[in-house]
């Protein structure tokens, strides 16, 4: 059995070796953090957007789309923040010359602690049957003082994050014996700001061009968009605005793969909301969104919710989904109660009235907004790395599927002609003519099949079609699914009925 750290190598071959993402310019040596998506990998980008887009807008009567551009006015920027407070601090160890994120460094230290303690709590139940996590926190001396640690860290790491307090970010680090990763060294520099956001210019580059930013997240086109929409949309609080679309990050440390990209997609929604009532949004949205996870059919335990302790100025509740990653519990999906900030910042900078007409008080006001926001290419590898699996079959032979929930799958089903002749090719055709109307689908005749049938299991095809000499007797086929290899025959007629209901 492969480490995670040997896990997480072989999802990322995988992902290459069978053209779902590549290092971007590879021929050119790639470009740090930057990737492209492949044949099969666009597929499965897609579907995620689609399934996104039909849970947030399709079904949601009250939320609309919007696609707005990722130049915008500078101001914009002032006004939200980012120009100012859009920034990471950052630190390096003058050994390996390694560049670090002070916060994580300190982050991945309370990480460690929590490990021992779970690994005390799991050696504890193996000698006592029903023990529990929290009677182990209760009661046992040594986990109680790694809790204390955790809660004094944590406690301080938080009014450092607040203060932008850099200097004692460093002595914090210092203080608590971290070392670079790489040199094995506590020689670090002094901590600095670093801003996140890529600048470039626009018109010709002449004294008057103007320095625009690349967009660092989607959620601001919303809100300058938020009046056309109220206006043109004839919309009603509470209301919702959802876009997807490029995000840019000057990220310091980009290591994680397609966990932390410098160009990524961002899949964001702002529901507004009469002010007073945003903390029952916020409940509403934290539990659908989770909803919307669990609904692939990802096991449960592989979520969870990590409350914000300390909130922006700005924000009156803020959680995380979090997904067990090969590399741990890591962010998935962030929701933010934002109160009316933004709105109010672009009204104060910009001079213009965001206001909402309640036509049930005769009042104007600037509506709250409650924030959910999900990276693509993280739900990407949330979703790619859970359904990677390695088996060893009856045979003794080894078996490489990807378990991807059929809605997301690249091609929904294979048609495979058992061999390339006695009309069997022609009768696959026809199949692929009908069904390709329906759903993505691959036609393939080179190879044995079981060799076709392990291609497209590497692929997360979770349907093989068939066709042998009984298909030109009664026109039937075998289909073979892909998680438990079973396999039956079915009417050529009936193939797309059957495969759309279990799809769905
Ligand atoms: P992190 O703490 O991991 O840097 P964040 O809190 O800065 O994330 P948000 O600004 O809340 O992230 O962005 C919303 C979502 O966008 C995140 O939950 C994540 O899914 C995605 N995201 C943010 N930064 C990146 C990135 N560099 N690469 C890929 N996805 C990202």
């Not at 779902?20 to 990998?41: C, H, K, R, T, W």
């Not at 590399?327 to 109010?344: A, M, Q, V, W, Y």
């Not at 009204?347 to 005769?362: A, H, I, T, V």
Request: some cysteine.
């Amino acid at each position: 059995m492969a480490n995670n750290e040997d896990l997480f190598k072989q999802i990322i071959a995988h992902a290459k070796e069978y053209g779902f993402i590549f290092p971007s310019s590879e021929i050119y040596d790639g470009l740090s953090a930057v990737y492209d998506y492949g044949q099969n990998g666009v597929e499965l980008k897609n579907n995620i957007k689609q399934y996104w887009w039909k849970a947030m807008v399709q079904y949601h009567e009250n939320i609309v789309g919007l696609d707005s551009c990722i130049f915008m006015h500078p101001t914009i920027w002032k006004a939200s923040g980012h120009v100012d407070a859009f920034n990471d601090p950052l630190i390096d160890n003058k050994d390996s010359k390694k560049r670090y994120r002070a916060d994580v460094l300190i982050e991945d230290h309370i990480q460690k602690i929590e490990d021992k303690i779970n690994k005390e709590v799991e050696k504890a139940r193996k000698r006592f049957e029903n023990f529990d996590e929290k009677m182990f926190r209760e009661t046992n001396g040594r986990v109680l003082q790694y809790q204390k640690q955790i809660d004094d860290i944590k406690e301080r790491f938080a009014t450092m994050m607040n203060a932008n307090d850099l200097a004692g970010l460093k002595s914090l680090i210092e203080e608590l014996g971290i070392v670079c990763p790489v040199s094995g060294t506590r020689n670090w520099t002094d901590v600095r700001q670093f801003n996140l956001m890529f600048a470039t210019k626009l018109g010709s580059v002449s004294d008057g061009a103007d320095t625009i930013y690349l967009r660092p997240e989607t959620a601001q086109g919303i809100f300058v968009n938020f009046l056309n929409i109220y206006k043109t949309g004839r919309m009603k609080l509470p209301f919702g605005i959802a876009q997807i679309g490029k995000a840019f990050r000057n990220e310091i440390v980009a290591r994680q793969f397609i966990f932390r990209m410098r160009e990524f997609e961002q899949m964001e929604m702002q529901f507004f909301v009469k002010p007073g009532e945003e903390l029952k949004w916020f409940d509403y949205w934290k539990q659908t969104r989770l909803q919307w996870h669990t609904d692939l059919g990802i096991a449960p335990e592989n979520y969870r919710f990590h409350d914000h302790e300390k909130l922006a100025h700005y924000a009156n509740a803020a959680t995380d989904i979090e997904f067990k990653f090969p590399f741990g519990f890591k962010e998935l999906e962030g929701i933010h109660s934002r109160t009316n900030f933004d709105l109010s910042q672009h009204e104060q900078y910009s001079g213009k009235k965001l206001r909402y007409f309640d036509p049930e008080s005769n009042e104007n006001y600037i509506p709250y907004v409650i924030e959910t926001s999900i990276g693509v290419d993280r739900m990407f590898l949330a979703v790619f790395s859970n359904a990677y699996t390695e088996e060893t079959l009856e045979d003794g032979s080894l078996r490489t599927v990807l378990r991807l929930p059929a809605k997301l799958a690249p091609y929904k089903a294979a048609i495979l002609p058992l061999v390339k002749k006695d009309g069997l090719p022609e009768i696959g055709q026809e199949i692929f003519d009908k069904l390709k109307k329906e759903f993505m689908v691959q036609y393939e005749d080179k190879d044995a099949i079981g060799r076709r049938y392990r291609r497209q299991d590497a692929i997360g095809t979770p349907f093989c079609i068939t066709i042998d000499n009984q298909t030109k007797e009664d026109n039937t086929v075998t289909v073979r699914e892909r998680d438990s290899m079973q396999q039956y025959r079915l009417p050529i007629d009936s193939l797309v009925d059957e495969i759309s209901k279990k799809i769905r």
